[in-house]
Nanobody, 121 residues
Framework: QVQLVESGGGLVQAGGSLRLSCAAS????????MGWYRQAPGKQRELVAT???????NYADSVTGRFTISRDDAKNTMYLQMNSLRPEDTAVYYC???????????????WGQGTQVTVSS
């Protein structure tokens, strides 16, 4: 019903930059909060950044000042600009969105399939 597709991951050297995208498609009436999460090998999935439908943002302490989350509601797309990347940023990055698909329904959370980000030292 709703699909989230991440793109933009890859291999980058420490200090480099990447821009992730998350495109939502399907029977979408409205998207509320959206967020980026990441999971490194052997670790739990953790929040990276979130953005509300009004544009308010929140970041994990570990990425504050280096990452920027944004969204383009006309394209149902969210972005994560990642600068000054560090080896500890290596993880699979997932996007999540709270989506309304029915006028009389409620918002449900959807996840993307993930995109790998690898930062070499």
């Amino acid at each position: 019903q709703v699909q989230l597709v991440e793109s933009g991951g890859g291999l980058v050297q420490a200090g480099g930059s990447l821009r992730l995208s998350c495109a939502a498609s399907g029977s979408i009436i409205h998207i509320n909060a959206m967020g980026w999460y990441r999971q490194a090998p052997g670790k739990q999935r953790e929040l990276v950044a979130t953005i509300t439908s009004g544009g308010s943002t929140n970041y994990a302490d570990s990425v504050t000042g280096r990452f920027t989350i944004s969204r383009d509601d006309a394209k149902n797309t969210m972005y994560l600009q990642m600068n000054s990347l560090r080896p500890e940023d290596t993880a699979v990055y997932y996007c999540k969105a709270a989506v309304l698909t029915s006028p009389f329904g409620r918002y449900n959370d959807y996840w993307g399939q993930g995109t790998q980000v690898t930062v070499s030292s």
